[in-house]
């Protein structure tokens, strides 16, 4: 699945489907040299924010550019954030799924104050996600701070989303126990959210050229794919100068 399915797959929207196929589209594929292509981060923040106005008002997006769309989206992030700095969340906001002896507990979102806390704290927007239809979890330390937020579609039998805070990559301290989560969940992970944990998917040109120069990498296998960790410590049995660099440089 591409990236603009993956984003249509979000929305039945005909303003904001209409907006995903052409702003969105053109710019991911660069074809206006005058902007730089955007994030993953910057486009899924736009998505949010037109998903959360779909829901009081009518959208008229035909002729909304791109650039305006992403500046009303900081500014509702930064409303959703001041709004939640008074919500208080009680036991009765989260269900707990999963403790490690560590202290650290896997949660699962419930009431909307948990929906609110999370986002402000994760400086993201799934603060707006609390009538949304999926499930929302979120991976705490021992004083109930949040490092890492999950979404799983409403069946629970895939991972559509793993974001660290501001909708970027998980820290490398909290990945063993994402890792731990998301494998427990099952289901399909996309490419796109592991690469938040450090995983990439290498073409077989690449991973032969890995398993013939190295000992056995650092990977995970999701649906039959194998992912390479990247900013590992490579060991190697045997390769040319070259090959090694060139190695050390994509696992990097």
Known sequence: MTIIEQLK????????VYFIENQIKARLEGKNPKYEIPTQTEVEHALDYLIDVAKSQPLKLRKASYESVVEKAKKWTKL?????ESVIET???VELIRQWKDGYRLVKLVGKAAYQREGMLMKH???SYADRDCLIYS????NNNPHCTIELTTDGENVQQIKG???GSVHPKYIKYVIEIIQELGGQVRSSELSNLGYQELNEDLWKLYDYACKPPKTITFGGVRYFYQNQKLKFKRAHED????LKENAS
């Open 165 to 167: 805070k501001g909708n």
């Open 80 to 84: 959703l954030a001041k709004k939640a």
């Open 243 to 246: 090959i090694v660099n060139f």
């Open 139 to 142: 991976l705490r330390d021992s």
């Open 125 to 127: 927007c799934v603060g």
């Open 9 to 16: 797959a979000q929305t039945n929207n005909p303003e904001i």
């Open 91 to 93: 036991e009765r906001d």
